[in-house]
T-cell receptor, first 112, second 115 residues
């Protein structure tokens, strides 16, 4: 079945460091891919998405490219800030768009 | 920006009691979902709901669980006889119709603690 495998955390970075959180997926059909962010005490917020191969989603300095050949959707940011500290979830939506599959989440802490 | 709202933010219930978690999806959305996140674990799909009926459900969503859209705005999750292992964060989500694979919009969750 469809699934998402996400890089284990926690990740601790200094401010302005480069961030990569790896995400790979297994799916039949043509899924859409998403990154959600969960700030402490809050719900899941959509960070970015890509709906087809080679699409690049971007938001708030974060980027991720839908790579069909490597079945990956890695999250990157060139220069992280303390305010980026949160848990990041990679997610897959199968072709009907109905059910979402989430990765285990990666906790990011950015220190000044 | 419209948002999904969930109440209460925290529910404490004795084991064996019934609990109802409430959600108000975004008003023009037509697809509704419940997810569960046990502390420290992944977000797990429970159920999806469309056109006043369940469209998909996971193995977690057994006979103890039910969902309802009692009026035009609320979407509820009922756990009939709670167990200790039901303690988790429960997220409601909704999605609009139209473009395939629109993102789901999530509420802030209800933390359910079973004693």
């Amino acid at each position: 079945g469809d699934s998402v495998t996400q890089m284990e955390g926690p990740v601790t970075l200094s401010e302005e460091a480069f961030l990569t959180i790896n995400c790979t997926y297994t799916a039949t059909g043509y899924p859409s891919l998403f990154w959600y962010v969960q700030y402490p005490g809050e719900g899941l917020q959509l960070l970015l998405k890509a709906t087809k191969a080679d699409d690049k989603g971007s938001n708030k300095g974060f980027e991720a490219t839908y790579r069909k050949e490597t079945t990956s959707f890695h999250l990157e940011k060139g220069s992280v800030q303390v305010s980026d500290s949160a848990v990041y979830f990679c997610a897959l939506s199968e072709s009907t768009g109905n059910q979402f599959y989430f990765g285990t989440g990666t906790s990011l802490t950015v220190i000044p | 920006e419209p948002e999904v709202t969930q109440t209460p933010s925290h529910q404490v219930t004795q084991m064996g009691q019934e609990v109802i978690l409430r959600c108000v999806p975004i008003s023009n959305h037509l697809y509704f979902y419940w997810y569960r996140q046990i502390l420290g674990q992944k977000v797990e799909f429970l159920v999806s709901f469309y056109n006043n009926e369940i469209s998909e459900k996971s193995e977690i969503f057994d006979d103890q669980f039910s969902v309802e859209r009692p009026d035009g705005s609320n979407f509820t999750l009922k756990i009939r006889s709670t167990k200790l292992e039901d303690s988790a964060m429960y997220f409601c989500a909704s999605r609009g119709q139209g473009v395939r694979n629109q993102p789901q919009h999530f509420g802030d969750g209800t933390r359910l603690s079973i004693l």
